[in-house]
């Protein structure tokens, strides 16, 4: 067989070889880590944001936040309706 980069009978070669393998695969996953709690802090802030929102157009505007609730409502009834096969 032939002697792909020059460690087949070399332990330490491998040894070292190994070692950096452990290091870039925790690198990787620390990066992994921090990249998924930044994306999950930004998730969260802006849900937090369109709530917030949410709260102060139904404040400015109680009749239209109602309405649209109303007709919200009625859609949803309807087809749930029209899914469960109507009227029993």
């Not at 998730?43 to 139904?58: G, K, N």
């Not at 109680?62 to 309706?81: R, Y």
């Amino acid at each position: 067989m032939s002697n792909i980069g020059g460690s087949a009978h070399n332990p330490t070669k491998k040894s070292s070889d190994i070692g950096g393998i452990r290091e870039n695969m925790s690198d990787l996953s620390s990066s992994a880590g921090n990249m998924a709690t930044r994306q999950y802090q930004r998730a969260q802030d802006m849900a937090t944001d369109a709530l917030d929102d949410t709260s102060h157009a139904i404040q400015r505007n109680p009749l239209t936040a109602m309405g649209i609730g109303l007709g919200v409502g009625f859609l949803f009834g309807f087809l749930l309706g029209i899914l469960t096969g109507g009227r029993t």
